[in-house]
Structures are given as C-alpha cells and as structure tokens.
C-alpha cells in the first residue's frame, strides 16, 4: 500500500521588493517548497496568525508595518520560525530582532542557496525541539542532555545557550542557527583545533560556497555576544593560519 508523501514545508515570504518575492519564490519553489508571498507587514501579519506557515522570511524595513513590530505582534500569538531578511547590516537590528525571537538573521545582497540552506537548517532545528518537547512530555528522562563544558551550557534540542559569567550571573546568549552550530562542533571536543573548512561543513551542506571570512565573521559576531555578559570571555581561541578551538574554563 502507498503511503502518502509528507506535504512540503510552506514559507512566508514578507518584502515589499516585488524582484525579490519573484526570485526568491521560484527559487524556493523549484526546491520544493510552498510559497505565500505579502508585500506589507500589516497584511502578511493577519494572514500568518490565521493561517501558519512552517516558516517566516521577513523583511524589516517595510511599508505600513515594519519586520520588526510583526515579529513583536506575531511572538503574541504564535512561535513560528522567522528569518529576517534584510539591508539593514547592524549588530544592533541583530541584537534586538534575536532577543524579540527571530531564529535567524541574512543580510540583503545574499546568496538564494544560502536562504535556503539557513530555512532548511531553521526547520530541521524547529523539527528537533518539538521532538524533545514531545519526547519530554511522554517520558521525561528521554530529552537530549545539554552539552556541559566549563562555564557554557548549550541546550540542542531547545536551542538555547547559557554562559556563566561568575558573581552569580547566568546569562542567556542568543544565537543564530548558524552561530549555533559552530559553537556547538567547537564544544564537541574542547582543546582541539576545528580548521575553517571543518567549520564550514558544519554549518553549511556542501553544496553551499561561503569563504573563510565567513567563519572568521561569525567567530567575531559569537565572541561579542559572549562578552556582553562576561566581559573577559576568552574561551573560543584563535590559533593563527590553523583554526579555533573551543578551551574549557
């Protein structure tokens, strides 16, 4: 007996550049996926509350509503996946749309493979959650254990990262997908070299080109939000011409 196909994921895809919706849609759609396209955060924001897609990609800068207050009002209702989308390239816009609790973050011009490697990544790290909820919920002892190194804390199955910054303070550091698992391979194995490339391939499937100031970028973007709770984080180090490695402190 023939069992029925798995729908394909829908995405919502929010800007008011029409050249984007329109080749960004046939990009996703000749990879399988499901489209719904809006042109202005006010629409697509009634519309993703009544009807959920499995992802969002949001644009910031938009007319009627912004990305950002739709995030703010959807977070109201719903936890669906957000990418933001967007030419606003500031680590500040970054900051403040993780801490509101967009999963990702790409800056306009990208690359069309890399949205949809991040969107594949959101979704199967979306899929994983739910699966520790479910499994958690059914027997409590069978979620997956967060990874314990040192002063970190990360939390795979919930994507979640803690860093204990001493004096009693515990803070929560919000990650990208991406920023997540390359901390993640580094913390796999504390004290060993992780070269560029192996970083990549962790964080990108291989089909996906991205160049070393890359990693080097999303290195300095992880150390940055590590010192904003504990100033003399040092823990990911760099090892000139070779690599970084994760060293438990």
Known sequence: MDTAAPPSPTIALVDDDRNILTSVSIALQAEGFALRLYSDGDTALKALIENQPDLV?????????????V?????????????????????????????MGADDY??????????IERIRAVLRRTANRRAAAAADTAEPDMGADPIV?????????????????GDGRRGDVALTVTEF????????RPGFVKSRDQLMDAAYSHDVYVDDRTIDSHIKRLRKKFRAVDHQFKAIETLYGVGYRFNEE
């Open 181 to 188: 698992m390359i901390l993640e391979t580094l913390a796999a």
């Open 71 to 99: 995030l703010k009002r959807l977070r109201e209702k719903s936890q669906v996946p957000v990418i933001f989308l967007t030419s606003k390239d500031t680590e500040i816009d970054e900051a403040l749309g993780l801490a």
């Open 106 to 115: 790409i800056g306009k011009p990208f690359s069309q493979r890399l949205l």
């Open 149 to 165: 190194r040192g002063r970190l804390t990360m939390d795979p199955a919930r994507h979640r990262v803690f860093w204990d910054g």
């Open 57 to 69: 990609v949001l644009d910031i800068k938009m007319p009627r509503m912004d990305g950002m207050e």
